[in-house]
């Protein structure tokens, strides 16, 4: 083998480590973007099993759709009360 085909050679080789390189990095940028999809995809299926309602659906659960400030105010349904019956007047006492 001469000096210059022991140079080519070389450039050869040297071009193909680089080839291979860049190959492999781009191959694991690709994968590591294909498993962060796939956590981020796992994840949200995790916290949707986790995650409870929001503040206004509990407010809204725990004092009515009028919220708050209207919690005690009467409500389609409600028990109206017993009618009042007249009262007896009082029986005078004679003497």
């Known amino acids: 083998m001469t000096p210059a085909e022991a140079i080519e050679a ?12 860049q190959v492999g990095r781009l191959m694991y940028e690709a994968g590591r973007r294909e498993a962060e999809a796939e956590m981020a995809a796992q994840w949200s299926r995790i916290t949707a099993a986790t995650r409870g309602p929001d503040l206004a659906e509990i407010e809204e659960r725990c004092w009515g759709p009028a919220g708050r ?8 349904g409600d028990f109206p009360g017993r009618a009042r019956q007249p009262e007896p ?6 003497g």
């Open 10 to 21: 070389a450039e050869l080789a040297e071009a193909e480590i680089r080839y291979r390189n």
């Open 89 to 94: 007047e009082p029986e005078l006492e004679a």
């Open 69 to 76: 400030e209207h919690f005690a105010d009467p409500r389609p």
